[in-house]
Nanobody, 123 residues
Framework: VQLQASGGGLVQAGGSLKISCAAS????????MGWFRQAPGKTREFVAA????????LYADSVKGRFTISRDNAKSTSYLQMDSLKPEDTAVYYC?????????????????WGQGTQVTVSS
């Protein structure tokens, strides 16, 4: 499986951005998907995850109510809609495919990773 993240960029605080993760290589719809982020000098942290059917989602407390994860299995693509962005949201955002049908907050539960897309929020 290959994952290609895209859609990152520079946005002002309070603004919105939607990033995408396109999967290729084999069937996409059987696995949970997750988004993680890594800021300079910090460890990679969980942001959001979604189950294979999209009905079950998980969010980090820091983004709950501001970010929305979704997926379109017909397009083999997952999305992260980010609203009310803050400077502390600045990071490289990575998408990942879970080993199971459900997403997880643990990096160890993911076995395929995209290359990351930079999101920068200016104050």
């Amino acid at each position: 499986v290959q994952l290609q993240a895209s859609g990152g960029g520079l946005v002002q605080a309070g603004g919105s951005l939607k990033i995408s993760c396109a999967a290729s290589g084999r069937m996409f719809l059987n696995n949970g998907m997750g988004w993680f982020r890594q800021a300079p000098g910090k460890t990679r942290e969980f942001v959001a995850a979604i189950a294979w059917r999209g009905g079950v989602t998980l969010y980090a407390d820091s983004v709950k109510g501001r970010f929305t994860i979704s997926r379109d299995n017909a397009k083999s693509t997952s999305y992260l809609q980010m609203d009310s962005l803050k400077p502390e949201d600045t990071a490289v955002y990575y998408c990942a495919e879970a080993r199971s049908s459900y997403g997880s907050m643990s990096l160890n539960d993911y076995n395929y990773w995209g290359q990351g897309t930079q999101v920068t929020v200016s104050s």
